[in-house]
């Protein structure tokens, strides 16, 4: 099965930007549709960015539009999420997510295998 790994996150102020990523082994990414989910305290998982097998293809949530940019490299199994103009709202653990869906969904459990998550803090 395929392991997933996030890093990146941290500490940033607002109006700052920081990118993401997500290193998968044990299973090529190429396999599936990729993902990026959000969590903040007391509120649902909600679906933040994905991209198809091949990246010609991208889906964003509602709040992040504009604002978050998805993309993956199949050759070095990797998948990242850019995020730019951060506000306080976007504080959240921010979870890597993989999908043998064919069809490019924003439910959690259309994805079947997740990373650890990484925290990511909008604060000044």
């Known amino acids: 099965q395929v392991q997933l790994v996030e890093s990146g996150g941290g500490l940033v102020q607002p109006g700052g930007s920081l990118r993401l990523s997500c290193a998968a082994s044990?299973?090529?990414?190429?396999?599936?549709?990729m993902g990026w989910f959000r969590q903040a305290p007391g509120k649902e998982r909600r679906f933040v960015a994905g991209?198809?097998?091949?990246?010609?293809?991208?889906s964003y949530g509602d709040s992040v539009k504009g604002q978050f940019t998805i993309s993956r490299d199949n050759a070095k199994n990797t998948v990242s999420l850019e995020m730019n103009s951060l506000k306080p709202e976007d504080t959240a653990v921010y979870y890597c997510?993989?999908?043998?869906?064919?069809?490019?969904?924003?439910?959690?459990?259309?994805?079947?295998?997740w990373g650890q998550g990484t925290q990511v803090t909008v604060s000044s």
């Open positions: 044990g299973r090529t990414i190429s396999n599936y549709i």
């Open positions: 997510a993989a999908s043998r869906a064919m069809v490019l969904s924003q439910a959690p459990v259309s994805y079947g295998f």
């Open positions: 991209i198809s097998r091949s990246g010609g293809s991208t």
